[in-house]
């Protein structure tokens, strides 16, 4: 099936239209390198012009029910499952992402929107009553107003979705900045969504980081900012948004450790380690980039681990369905990943599977395993974000967990062990936002939270805690004669 790539231009104001200055950016299949679309390149004035949109949509979409939300998502859902192959083709071209990731991405969010568009209607406060003689006391949970979403470009759509389902579930309007190498599923969906979304509740603007999602950050009528981004980006923002006293929710970087204790089964390790470690080429924020292994079982984990990884096949997505991994994003990505693999390679640590790019064209990076590592080195601290795993021994279950525990990231974890008893004592000591005891990576269930602890950042997507992040608690007090 060919892909559509001819909407070019963001959605604003329930209109298509280019960016003010006329500017536009290009962006690229990162399996080829070359050019697949351009999209306008938005400004102040652009963003500016969204809020003013947003701010009238506003007066309207407050006044709407619970249920008028719910009918929303739930359409919005429906268009995603009735166009997902385009979709995922769009994203697998876009992000270089294998077909078999990217196929499951639509019914996963579809299912997303659908709990929120439930979760619309469950809104709770605490009840009313009359806590002062004379007087009855009610808590109303109100919508924030305007918000924005700012995405990453890993899970493009995904992620964006992630922040419309409690943000319109709870009464917002939004407005969405994707990252600027990966605008086109959110674009396409939005086209796609026109005639069921009312004129300016969501909007999308395409941009660089500043000035397009800086202004966003900035504009006094945003009330709460989200990113989806690097620590980096989240402290800027968490800054530059003080100015204006503005909410932030950060979801950001992470180095996930996968705790492997001395009975666990060294197979099982190997298969888990190619997933949690290369899916998305290793560009995912609970990849898991630190494997702690027992000493007892370090050599078994490692030879297995080596066959696993040495059994992908690497190449574009769109030649072969059956490709185990894809490209990272960009010449950037690609050179930051192979100079954090030379100077751990400088710094007297070992290679022992792949460690350079692969093919003529393209961004690829080759599956990784590096070992001799210290718990200081740059490799073992630093969110490398390709397929790029570290393993090192540990000798105790205290010490594993001081060494999973040993980074300023806290966003997800895993431990392995046949005994669910030492597991769930490691799993309590874990400083993650996730633990998974013998998984990595999945399952991910909108029921349940996903948020990161320390440099990770803080609040939650998914999960009825996220509506904490879009709406805020008033309290009204009636006095009764
Ligand atoms: P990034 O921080 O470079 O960019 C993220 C977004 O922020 C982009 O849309 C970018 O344009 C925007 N941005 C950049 N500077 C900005 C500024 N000053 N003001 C406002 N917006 C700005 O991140 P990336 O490279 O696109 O994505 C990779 C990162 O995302 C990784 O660190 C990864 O761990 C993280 N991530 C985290 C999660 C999570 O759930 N915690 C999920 C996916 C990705």
Redo the contacts with the bound molecule.
């Keep these: 099936m060919s892909v559509s790539v001819a909407q070019q231009k963001m959605f604003v104001d329930g209109e298509f239209v280019d960016a003010l200055s006329g500017e536009t950016m290009e962006v690229l299949n990162p399996a080829t390198g070359e050019v697949i679309a351009e999209v306008p390149r938005a400004g102040e004035e652009d963003v500016d012009r969204a809020v003013a949109a947003a701010e009238k949509a506003w007066e309207t979409w407050r006044e709407k029910t619970p249920k008028d939300r719910m009918e929303l998502l739930l359409g919005l859902a429906d268009v995603i499952d009735e166009n997902a192959e385009e979709l995922a083709r769009l994203e697998s071209r876009n992000v270089g992402k294998p077909w078999w990731v990217a196929v499951d991405e639509p019914g996963v969010m579809s299912d997303n929107l659908r709990f929120f568009a439930g979760a619309a209607r469950n809104l709770e406060g605490k009840s009313a009553a009359e806590y002062v003689e004379g007087y009855t006391s009610m808590i109303r949970r109100e919508p924030l107003g305007i918000v924005a979403g700012?995405?990453?470009?890993?899970?493009p759509l995904f992620?964006v979705i992630w922040k419309m389902g409690p943000a319109l579930a709870a009464g917002n309007v939004q407005i969405v900045?994707?990252?600027?190498q990966t605008p086109l599923t959110v674009l396409r969906f939005v086209e796609l969504a026109q005639e069921i979304l009312p004129k300016g509740v969501l909007q999308v603007v395409t941009g660089?980081?500043?000035p397009a999602?800086?202004r966003l950050?900035r504009h006094p009528s945003v009330r709460l900012v989200s990113?989806?981004?690097?620590?980096a980006?989240g402290k800027?923002?968490a800054k530059n948004a003080a100015d204006t006293v503005k909410r932030v929710h950060l979801?950001?970087?992470?180095k996930a450790p996968m705790v492997v204790l001395d009975d666990a089964d060294p197979a099982t390790v190997a298969e888990a380690i190619k997933v949690g470690g290369y899916f998305n080429s290793g560009q995912d924020?609970t990849a898991s980039s630190r494997i702690l292994v027992s000493e007892r079982i370090y050599d078994d984990v490692l030879s297995a681990s080596v066959t696993a990884v040495e059994g992908m096949s690497v190449g574009d997505p769109a030649t072969d369905d059956e490709i185990g991994m894809g490209p990272v994003i960009s010449a950037e990505q690609q050179e930051r990943v192979l100079g954090f693999l030379e100077r751990a390679q400088d710094a007297k640590a070992t290679v022992v599977t792949g460690g350079g790019a692969v093919g003529d064209r393209g961004f690829f990076v080759a599956p990784t395993i590096v070992t001799d590592v210290a718990q200081d080195a740059e490799i073992v601290q630093n969110?490398v974000?390709g397929p790029v795993v570290t393993m090192q021994p540990f000798a105790s279950d205290e010490e594993a967990v001081a060494m999973a525990n040993g980074v300023r990231y806290g966003?997800a974890s895993s431990v392995f062990s046949e005994n669910v008893g030492r597991a769930m004592k490691v799993a309590a000591r874990l400083d993650f936002g996730t633990v998974w005891v013998n998984e990595h990576l999945f399952p991910l269930t909108p029921e349940m939270p996903?948020g990161?602890f320390k440099e990770?950042?803080y609040g939650k997507?998914m999960s009825l805690y996220s509506m904490e992040e879009y709406t805020r608690i008033k309290h009204v007090c009636v006095k009764l004669s």
């Design positions: 700012i995405a990453p470009w890993n899970y992620m900045k994707p990252a600027e660089d980081g500043v999602g800086d950050v990113l989806t981004g690097d620590t980006t800027l923002i979801e950001l970087g992470g924020c969110e974000f966003l996903h990161g990770s950042g997507d």
